[in-house]
């Protein structure tokens, strides 16, 4: 996908997805249970490392199969998913989405008890919404719930890694 193309789906689902920022308030968050032995979980991935390996890779094959395209020069594209192999891909791609948002709240990972693990939780949430929509076909569903994920990753970014609107808006 062509970094046009992806620019035009992302900023698609920062619009669609904005409410989702208020619903991320840190109020009524879980707590992390500072009790639990961090040691015992294999964390070898440092925060970064794990969103540039693990995070990215997944919500970006989620994003590349919602929405659509209407391109100047290649004209307007679906880009959902168009055959059960490629359904079944996006909701795997969405329960493993889930299962990160999960690992982002690991006691050794999360980066504070109240804010990253609201994000966290509502990380693995939308991911959820993806994973039901991939399961009933639903592509507007499918497509909302990219949007919620989006917002999710945009508010964190800009709570924990502000610098990093500098290198997305480079592209």
Not at 77 to 86: F, K, S, V
Not at 116 to 121: E, K, Q, S
Request: with cysteine.
């Amino acid at each position: 996908m062509t970094t046009i193309k992806r620019v035009l789906i992302h900023s698609s689902l920062i619009l669609l997805g904005s409410s989702l920022l208020a619903a991320c308030s840190p109020q009524g968050s879980p707590q992390v249970d500072t009790s639990v032995d961090a040691s015992r979980y294999d964390l070898q991935l440092d925060i970064k490392a794990y969103m540039n390996m693990v995070l990215d890779p997944i919500s970006d094959v989620l994003w590349d199969y919602a929405g659509w395209v209407d391109d100047v020069n290649t004209g307007y594209e679906e880009l959902y998913p168009t055959n059960d192999e490629e359904w079944l891909m996006v909701q795997q791609r969405a329960a493993q989405l889930i299962e990160a948002g999960n690992a982002l709240a690991l006691p050794g990972r999360a980066m504070d008890d109240d804010g990253w693990v609201t994000y966290a939780n509502a990380l693995s949430q939308a991911a959820s919404l993806a994973y039901s929509a991939a399961s009933s076909r639903n592509q507007e569903d499918f497509f909302q719930a990219g949007a919620q994920i989006y917002s999710v990753c945009s508010a964190c970014h800009q709570t924990y890694n502000p610098e990093i609107s500098k290198f997305v808006n480079k592209n």
